[in-house]
């Protein structure tokens, strides 16, 4: 007898193609969530996976090339959707400019494109460093601290309310928020974390209209596009797109980082004896621990590399086989920060990350001031980390210990 499972699966996905299991389960499996899912470059490059997401099925691209292409081309695969931010705050909001494919994307691009440039990103910086140093500060003299919960979450946070002009007697409802919508396994508590955001954002925005905030948040409230301000729900999906693009995933690319410097000591003498190769590793951690697993949706009937999909099919893009293609690069599983080779964990085409400057300035800084701070930084005994996989590949749990670098 048939199994649910198999009794969903539409008529054009071909049998060969169907890949009957659960992604999450499937990439949880072990130790190490890149070597489980990286099993998927054995098989066909476009697979149609039973449970993908949520209980929901779709085609799974599991190739580098492949990946890029669907991601370069939105008249076939559009970003444009039904969004889960939408049916979380009950408002028919999309993630802007996320969400919204070319040409009305460009528009929006260019009301926030001036305000992430690297330019623009330096007065930022000196406020970034601060807020490092003072949650390291909090921990410092500890000899170790929970990586996770002690840094890598209240960090883009706090990056996250200065950008935003908010006030930082607001981390810990954040930080809480923040754990309901990405992690709470109840729905309905989602829902309600979701809400209590976008209430937030909603109230922060109207303080804008009457009095001007800085630069930025002038721009998400005031913009124009097409010769005409930005409307209430284009104006919001701006700032929940901040809100989070720049948490979840830096706060996870930073705990594997972590976890990758405490287990090679060798990497750490090297950056230290010269901190100009910092950004050449902040580079090859991104390839090497490319978090994100994206989607798209097939706007039309297509067929792709001799798959037939049709409008509507879900296409899953984990950027992290894409990274780690043995096609593309040599030795994937190795961290060579001599690696001259691209990445696209920070997407490519026309949805490339927004705050892909902010994000790559994040790492580096946490990596310069621990390296400068501790040494031989490492796993405490008898203890390992934890992670999950799903959306997002991130660390729960990071024991560290440390010596504390001798004063000068």
């Known amino acids: 007898m048939a199994t649910a499972a198999e009794l969903a699966i539409p008529p054009h996905v071909r049998p060969g193609l169907v890949w009957n299991a659960d992604f999450d389960a499937f990439t949880s499996e072990g130790n190490d969530p890149w070597a489980a899912i990286c099993r998927l470059h054995d098989g066909p490059p476009v697979r149609w996976c039973t449970n ?32 889960m931010i939408a049916d979380l705050v009950g408002e028919n909001v999309r993630l802007n400019p996320i969400e919204i494919d070319p040409p009305a994307h460009h528009g929006y ?6 305000h992430f440039t690297p330019k623009a990103l330096r007065e930022l910086e000196v406020a970034v460093r601060k807020s490092a140093s003072e949650l390291i500060d909090h921990f410092a003299a500890q000899g170790g601290c929970e990586f996770v919960s002690d840094f890598a979450i209240p960090y883009p946070s706090y990056v996250f309310l200065d950008l935003l002009d908010m006030p930082r007697s607001m981390l810990d409802q954040f930080i809480e928020w923040e754990d309901g919508i990405m992690r709470a396994p109840d729905m309905m508590d ?12 909603k109230a922060h925005r109207e303080k804008q209209l009457e009095t001007a905030g800085n630069p930025l948040l002038d721009a998400m409230v005031h913009g124009e596009v097409d010769g005409r301000e930005l409307t209430y729900l284009e104006s919001m999906g701006m700032f929940y797109v901040l809100y989070v693009g720049g948490l979840d995933t830096v706060y996870s690319t930073l705990g594997w980082i972590l ?8 990497l750490q003498d090297r950056l230290r004896a010269d901190p100009e190769l910092i950004g050449p590793a902040v580079e090859e951690f991104a390839r090497a621990y490319s978090v994100v697993v994206t989607h798209r949706n097939l706007a039309r009937d297509h067929v792709f590399h001799g798959v037939e999909m ?3 099919d879900e296409i899953h893009l984990p950027l992290m086989l894409a990274d780690r293609d043995p096609e593309v690069f040599a030795d994937p599983h190795v961290v060579d920060i001599d690696r001259k080779a691209r990445h696209i964990a920070f997407g490519t085409g026309t949805h490339n990350c927004l705050g892909i400057h902010l994000a790559k300035r994040e790492l580096r800084i ?11 930084i490492r796993i405490r005994e008898g203890e390992d980390y934890r992670y ?12 560290l210990v440390w010596d504390a670098e001798p004063a000068a």
């Open 310 to 312: 049709k409008a509507g």
């Open 109 to 114: 691009r260019r009301i926030l494109n001036p």
């Open 388 to 399: 999950h996989t799903g959306r997002t590949f991130g660390v729960e749990f990071l024991p």
């Open 259 to 266: 976890r990758h410097l405490a287990m090679d000591p060798d």
């Open 190 to 201: 989602r829902v309600k974390a979701a809400r209590s955001v976008y209430a937030y954002l």
């Open 52 to 83: 993908v997401a949520y209980g929901r099925s779709g085609w799974v691209v599991t190739r580098h090339d492949l990946i890029s292409e669907v991601m370069i081309d939105y008249e076939n695969f559009t970003a444009e959707r039904h969004g």
């Open 366 to 376: 946490v990596v310069e001031l621990f390296l400068e701070r501790f040494r031989n």
